[in-house]
Structures are given as C-alpha cells and as structure tokens.
C-alpha cells in the first residue's frame, strides 16, 4: 500500500521539543520533496517546512525558523522535523506531503500557489500545553 504516515505527536510542555516522523511505504521517497504542513480545527492548513529530495534545499516559514528543522534520511526512507523551543501556539495536526516537484511544494509551503501534491499522510496530533 502506497502511503506516508507520520509520528511522534504527542503532549509536550512549552520549551519542550518534539521529533514527528513522515515514514514512506509502498514507494521510494528518494525522489520526492517533502514537505510538512499544519491545521487546526476552524483553520486553513499551513505550510510550515519543506526539503527537496537530497536535503541540499529547504525552507521554513519564518513562525518556526530557528526552532524547527527539516532534514531526511533516504536510506530509512523517512524525512524528519525537529521541533525545539514549542509554543502553545504549534499545537496542531501535522500533517507530511511528498511530490516530484520541489518547486510545487515550496510554492504549497510559502501560501504562494496552490498545487496539487501527490502524497499526504493521515497527520499526527502535537499539542503544546503545561
């Protein structure tokens, strides 16, 4: 079955940090860029990070620059976000996409166009609380 499933939701106390998985089965995520999104509930989903299929290029939205970080591993066929200094504003379903296309996802990540994008996972629950 061809899917992205992420983990490593959970609840964390603000400061804290938490590392979310997005694990590709059913196909090889070495070609693909991956991005990470997020949404709550009344909200539009937002990009929040994205790399490119070598790890070479990514992108984060200034509200986590410096606190999060793409990063990928294409021998476990997963690409990861760190997530340190949490504010109780990053709780969210996070949610990982994947396509062929780096410059599509970006455009998807940054809010500056819509695109279709081939793969989405089912998303993981992070909440922010003390």
């Known amino acids: 079955q061809v899917q992205l499933v992420e983990s490593g939701g959970g609840l964390v106390q603000p400061g804290g940090s938490l590392r979310l998985s997005c694990a590709a089965s059913?196909?090889?995520?070495?070609?693909?860029?991956v991005g990470w999104f997020r949404q709550v509930p009344g909200k539009e989903r937002e990009g929040v990070s994205c790399i490119n299929w070598s790890g070479n290029s990514r992108y984060s939205k200034d509200s986590v620059k410096g606190r999060f970080t793409i990063s990928r591993d294409n021998t476990k066929n997963t690409v990861y976000l760190e997530m340190n200094s949490l504010k109780p504003e990053d709780s969210a379903l996070y949610f990982c996409a994947a396509d062929k296309s780096y410059a599509d996802l970006w455009e998807v990540v940054s809010g500056s166009r819509l695109h279709e994008l081939h793969y989405w996972g089912q998303g993981t629950q992070v909440t922010v609380s003390s």
């Open positions: 059913g196909f090889t995520l070495d070609s693909y860029a």
